[in-house]
Nanobody, 122 residues
Framework: QLQLVESGGGLVQPGGSLKLSCAAS????????VAWFRQAPGKEREGVSC????????NYVDSVKGRFIISRDDAKNTVYLQMNSLKPEDTAVYYC???????????????WGQGTQVTVSS
């Protein structure tokens, strides 16, 4: 069974950068489409970015376009989310998720990590 573990979160000042990692175990990640979601306190979970199994297709929510970059390194069984020009409104718990069947970028995912906290504050 696929297991996902996020890391790389932390406290950063506005305008700063963080790189999140989603490391997989139990299966080969290149069988899966992967997405990043986030949930801020008192808000619903929202999709942030997704990447296809091949890595050739990516998508981003409008609020992070031009600032975040999703990538995958299947040799390391890891998906990354490079976050630049961070804003206080990016503060949330970030989760990675995986699905072997494509159900759309913000569709249903079968496997989820435990999340990593990102706090953007001065």
């Amino acid at each position: 069974q696929l297991q996902l573990v996020e890391s790389g979160g932390g406290l950063v000042q506005p305008g700063g950068s963080l790189k999140l990692s989603c490391a997989a175990s139990g299966s080969t990640l290149d069988y899966y489409n992967v997405a990043w979601f986030r949930q801020a306190p008192g808000k619903e979970r929202e999709g942030v970015s997704c990447i296809s199994r091949s890595g050739r297709s990516t998508n981003y929510v409008d609020s992070v376009k031009g600032r975040f970059i999703i990538s995958r390194d299947d040799a390391k069984n890891t998906v990354y989310l490079q976050m630049n020009s961070l804003k206080p409104e990016d503060t949330a718990v970030y989760y990675c998720a995986a699905a072997s069947t494509w159900r759309g970028c913000w569709g249903k995912y079968d496997y989820w990590g435990q999340g990593t906290q990102v706090t953007v504050s001065s």
